[in-house]
């Protein structure tokens, strides 16, 4: 990785308009049903969900209802995020915005009222235990939920203009600026949960106050040193656990962060201390930093990522395994985690300039994150296995995480929100700017406006994208003006082709990934992007012991799986000849419009021997040919419930 730490002048975001297709259904959905959805659960009004207590905690720290806390310690996360997927979503006039403001406008209003004189946000210690603040930073969740309230407030401050939830969000940060870091008098603390790093980075970025920066950069540089902080907090008399000590790699806190080389302990927090990590890197330069978070991302999409771009393989600790340990019946594979990973992959390429970041940023988006929502907005998964058979996972307690319908909420809901939150700051990551180069990563339809070497730029793209294979960028700058538009060229796809105003152009990717243009660009250049999109049967690295012998199919950027509804069951007794011949049909009438691939394969049913689990006879087998639909991953359990698989046997 090249390590390209940002002037300031080039360090500014910029963010593309959602204006069409693929991800502007999504977030349509977003507005018109799931922030709707997640405030009626948060003010526990979904019949027969798991009650979230989320709003009514803050009434009760505002002063404004009577009760204590309920539900988890990290429980005001969930609106917090929330607000923040409004904020990314009403910089608009869309009919809907006018609801969506009143109960932000309430939302806000609470949260303010049960904000503390010297800035403290935490219903947990206001209510429920008001002295423990700041007392166990590795199990309460604080700085955590502290890091989330940041981030909505920079999200509604930047998206609307509204500085409320801001002004209670520096407070708030003003307060952990002047109660952590190694001056006396000062706790030489650090979260538990990490979040509260890259939100520091987030709000330094809008307000152009350093401290923010140095505090979060505190935060990293004394994470994993020795004496641990963790061990010594517990052993003062007063000290109160609520989750049970564990392992300090389950807290990434086994060492100092510029020493790991290996993702391990809880995928979420991991993600979220590396995304603070290459935030940091950007803005500081800092080489030591880089050249971490690059062999984190590396050993994390090498050794333990699954296809889908889900991390975090074991229900135990919701942490990463062994190197290569990836089943995909028991498969954790949690939605935070998979939107962790796409975060630290879109830091990543802002830190090198290299498409591999970004192709797992694709991969994460369009299988392992939106496989945690279903079609309707109003149904989720927290787990996303890659193999499902309904009566083991009723039966067997190894299966308790996994489920095979969706569900209309959690007692712990840290992903439906994220989900909303992210899905609605999409234009963040579509593009990155680096002097006069500007680096197309993710495909969509709309529009970005943006400033190149003091030149105003318009760009649109056009693209029924991920299910057709051609991307149109129309460039139109104010004046004429040279500069490079770098183009992702996606590792899956073979053979890319190019055209500028109609004429063809070379268009081999460099070393990097990215197929450059530089010219000098007029009024209104179309270039025409075609990624030819062959089904590609994948096959896992040999010492993934759970895919061995097997295949999965992909199509662009998605993943397919057999459901039961389309195929029966006995799903684990299919197998896909080498020479299948597979047929890509555009189903719009299936499961809101998809691409699916049909094909024969076969099934082999093997004879019972009267009386025998187990028989040294050889059993009689037939193997009889079977029509096959693979449809996208992410879709499924959307119809009746029932088997699935993405791997099966060759």
């Known amino acids: 990785m090249r390590q390209n730490p940002q002037s300031t002048a080039m360090r500014r975001e910029i963010r593309a308009r959602i204006e069409g297709g693929f991800w502007f259904a999504y977030q349509s959905l977003v507005r018109q049903k799931v922030i709707p959805y997640q405030w009626k659960a948060m003010n526990d009004e979904i019949p027969g969900a798991p009650k979230s207590h989320s709003v009514e905690n803050f009434r009760i720290a505002a002063g404004r209802a009577n009760g204590t806390h309920e539900g988890m310690v990290f429980q005001d996360s969930d609106l917090a995020k929330w607000l923040e997927a409004v904020g990314n979503l009403l910089d608009d006039d869309a009919p809907e915005n006018a609801a969506i403001r009143a109960w932000a406008d309430e939302a806000i209003d609470l949260v303010a009222a049960a904000q503390q004189p010297d800035g403290y946000v935490n219903t947990y210690f206001t209510v429920k235990q008001p002295g423990w603040r700041w007392g166990n930073l590795r199990d309460a969740h604080e700085l955590y939920c502290s890091g989330h309230l940041i981030e909505a407030g920079v999200s509604m401050s930047r998206g609307t203009g509204d500085g409320r939830l801001l002004e209670v969000a520096r407070r708030l940060a003003d307060l952990i600026d002047a109660s952590f870091g190694i001056e006396p008098g000062k706790l030489r603390g650090y979260p538990g949960h990490e979040e509260v790093e890259l939100a520091l980075v987030k709000l330094y970025r809008l307000t152009g106050e350093r401290r923010y920066l140095e505090r979060a950069k505190y935060f990293i540089d004394e994470r994993g040193k020795r004496p641990s902080w963790f061990e ?66 590396k050993n994390t999409t090498g050794r333990k990522m699954y296809l889908t771009g889900g991390i975090g393989s074991s229900a135990v600790h919701e942490s990463f395994s062994a190197e290569f340990d990836l089943p995909n019946d028991t498969a954790y594979a949690e939605t935070c985690a998979a939107i962790g990973l796409f975060l630290f992959s879109s830091r990543m390429v802002r830190l090198g300039d290299e498409a591999p970041y970004a192709d797992v940023m694709e991969r994460c988006l369009y299988n392992g994150i939106i496989s945690g929502i279903g ?58 700017l680096r002097d006069d180069t500007l680096y197309a990563d993710l495909f969509h339809e709309g529009t970005l406006s943006v400033e190149i070497m003091g030149v105003a730029v318009s760009v649109r793209q056009e693209t029924a994208y ?57 009024t209104s250049d179309r270039v025409e992007l075609t990624l030819p999109m062959p089904v590609e049967r994948i096959h896992a690295d040999p010492r993934v012991r759970a895919s061995f012998g097997k295949v999965a199919l992909q199509r662009g950027p998605i993943v397919y799986c057999l459901a039961e509804v389309d195929n029966g069951d006995g799903l684990f007794r299919v197998s896909l000849p080498s020479d299948a011949r597979l047929k890509v049909v555009h189903r ?30 050889n059993r009689p087998a037939r193997v009889e040919e079977r029509p096959l639909l693979f449809v ?19």
């Open 232 to 297: 010594q907090e517990a052993m003062e008399p007063d000290f109160k656990s609520i989750f049970g000590a564990k392992p300090l790699d389950y807290y990434q806190a086994h060492m100092p962060v510029r020493e790991q080389e290996e993702a391990v302990g809880h995928a979420v927090r991991a993600m979220y201390l590396y995304t603070a990590m290459a935030d940091i890197a950007l803005e500081t330069g800092d080489s030591s930093l880089a050249e971490a978070c690059e062999r984190l991302w």
């Open 375 to 432: 079609l309707d907005g109003q149904s989720y998964f927290y787990v996303n296995p890659l193999e499902v058979i309904p009566t083991v996972c009723d039966t067997n307690a190894a299966y308790h995480a996994v489920k095979y319908r969706r569900q209309p909420w959690y007692g712990c809901a840290c992903c439906p929100p994220n989900i909303a939150r992210s899905l609605s700051a999409l234009g963040e990551h579509a593009y990155h």
């Open 466 to 522: 991920p299910w057709a294979e051609t991307v149109a960028f129309t460039v139109t700058p104010a004046s004429a003006a040279e500069f490079t538009l770098a183009l992702r060229a996606p590792a899956w796809c073979r053979k890319p082709r190019l055209s500028i105003n109609g004429k063809p152009v070379r268009s081999l990717p460099g070393s990097d990934g990215y197929i450059r243009l530089r010219r000098t660009w007029g």
């Open 588 to 617: 719009p009438e299936l499961l809101g419009g998809v691409v699916t691939i049909s094909t024969r394969g076969r099934s082999t049913t093997i004879g019972e021997v009267a009386g025998a689990l187990y028989t040294p006879e």
């Open 632 to 650: 996208p991953y992410f879709a499924w359990a959307n119809r009746a419930p029932g088997e699935m698989t993405v791997w099966v046997h060759e």
